[in-house]
């Protein structure tokens, strides 16, 4: 049975002269490794590419039936507005030319209107071909006359048609004037009808307008003839009164205000329709509502400047009798957009033609050319800046403690407003700094000194809100809170005040300090020393000014205990580790105070300067430091 029996177990080896491999299990020749390894990779190889074309037969089918459906529910969609086109063809033209000939009542522009929303495509021509005529029409038909005669049939097709028209305004720039002016016309008609409603997609509507109305730049670049439409369709969603206006107002500060170069005659006929306190609280909220169109500090500066500009123009416009900025709102609002701009402000304000600068630093020099501010930014930015309304600051102030302020809870925070308005003038305006700060020191509030006697100075103001504060009365009691009321994060007394509450009442404090040493250099030693509050109106505005003697003893006590905290203690103020070896106390006064502070334990340096207050980032520590000694000698000098 077996011919080839031989007596052994072993199989016969075969040998293949051809060099094919005819063995799949088998290693390749060329392999150096054991005939095991390569085997089981190839055939986990095999293995994993069958299981690959088993998942993808299996997803063909349903993918098949998903292109499919896919497929026929377009084809579907589109023969069915295929339909509706021809359909509503057949309708308008049933009812005459679209220029001349209305609606024939009220039924058939709704159904119109309801027909064309559903097949309307903004990428059709054809379909702005079909607005545009029912524009036509619909402005020589009277339905519905009003928003207070709206019934509920016509809010959501009005809606959705206002939705198809702003889709529709960026292909009108192709188109003819008269064509944009149509389209403006029937924005502006359905936005005056449905307000409320519309307000809420305000940011969709007014970036739609300002795409109309902008080049590719920015500026604004609207032709004349286009410019009262377009005017109308702003105003359209502004004029009416709203129960939550700011929603409409959000959008209106957020897209038109960055548009740079509108026209004067343009912003007068917004300023008319605008309420100024509803456009104050949009800029407030877009403040703290930053993540709709990034951080403020990352914004193009040019349109925030033309943004600052444009709110300052609409509360001038609109309060043209206001003697100063008595709105407190305003005031703050002003303020936080003034401190982000602030170093563009003070290094342009003064250029009005291209110049080149020379900006020399302690290893390099460099040119940069400083474009000048557009005249109607600067000319309203210097408004800021004049002397009637820098002397009105404090003519609707309260005084600090008078039953009023304490009822409506205003103490101290009208006067921390007011300090941080008048501390950001002086940074954005260094040049100006002198006359902002004699401007501010001839201002008076509208409270008496007395029941009858003249108004308050703002001298005394401000020292009566300062001398209020805890600041104030901790660091006159003792000069080691100085330590953690400047550096909050301070293991020393760490809870002393809240931090909003530290940084408004620094604010007020370092106010004063500002202010003070123009006293000193105006007053001479009989008003200094004259000391009790005058009520004689005539007497003249210095000595009226002038402070109480025991009121200049507090004052001194804490200059005294605030510029030794800020020279002993200076690293720990400044957050860093004090060094071990301290030279003696007379190292601070020969000048070289910076020696005993520069450098940590292990060698880096300690940057006190840096150091910020009352969280102004440009109120440091060494300039904050330099303010209190300078202002101590001034008063021992006089005394």
Known sequence: MYPSFTGSARRPRQVNLSGRNTNPFAATAASKQSASAPTTQHTLAHAQAERVQRYQERLRPPAARNIQRSWRGYLSRRQTRAAWRQEWDVREASFGPADTTPYKNEQDCLDQIKLLVHFASPQSRSDGDRLMSFARRYANSSWPTSSAALSDSWTFPLLRLAKLTVSMLAS???????????????????????????????????????????????????????????????????????????????????????????????????????????????????????????????????????????????????????????????????????????????????????????????STSASASIPPFPPFVRHELLGLISQEHISGLLAKAAAPGDSESKALGVKSEQAAELAVYALTLLRAFPRKGDEIRMWLYFGSTSKRDTKRGPPMPAMKYYYEAASQTAVYKLIRSDPNYAIPLLNPRSKRRANVLALSDRDEQWQVILLFLELYPIVLKVMDDEDFLSGAISTNSSET???????????????????????????????????????????????????????????????????????????????????MRGMVTGLLRMIYERE
Not at 541 to 557: E, K, M, N, P, Y
Not at 609 to 614: E, S, V, W, Y
Request: charged share 20%; net charge negative; glycine share 4%.
């Open 172 to 362: 009108f720039r192709s188109r003819s004037n008269q064509d944009l002016n149509v389209l403006l016309d029937l924005l502006s008609t359905v936005a005056a009808t449905i307000p409320q409603q519309l307000a809420h997609y305000s940011a969709y509507y007014f970036e739609a307008l300002r795409a109309v109305a902008s080049d590719s730049e920015g500026s604004y670049s609207l032709s004349t003839p286009n410019q009262g439409h377009w005017v109308d369709a702003v105003i359209a969603l502004l004029r009416p009164a709203l129960p939550k206006a700011e929603h409409a107002y959000r959008g209106f500060v957020s897209q038109i205000l960055r548009l740079a170069a509108i026209p004067v005659a343009t912003l007068q006929r917004i300023s008319d329709a605008c309420k100024a306190q509803d456009l104050a609280l949009a800029m407030a909220s877009l403040l703290s509502f930053a993540p709709l169109n990034g951080s403020l500090h990352e914004t193009n500066r040019e349109q925030l400047l033309w943004l600052v500009a444009y709110f300052i123009y609409f509360h001038r416009t609109a309060n043209p009798s206001q003697a100063g900025f008595g709105d407190a709102l305003y005031v703050r609002i002003l303020s936080r957009y003034i401190s982000i701009l602030a170093a563009d402000i003070a290094l342009r304000i003064d250029h009005t033609t291209n110049t080149t600068t020379e900006l020399e630093d302690e």
């Open 541 to 623: 505005w210095t000595r009226r000014s002038a402070l109480a003697l025991d009121q200049v003893r507090d004052l001194t006590i804490f200059l005294k205990h605030l510029a030794f905290s800020m020279s002993w203690n200076a690293p720990e103020i400044a957050g860093v580790e004090e060094p071990e070896n301290r030279s003696s106390i007379a190292a601070y006064f020969s000048g070289d105070i910076a020696s005993l502070s520069d450098n940590h334990p292990d060698g880096r340096p300690v940057r006190s300067q840096d150091t910020t207050i009352a969280g102004l980032s440009w109120m440091t520590l060494s300039y």
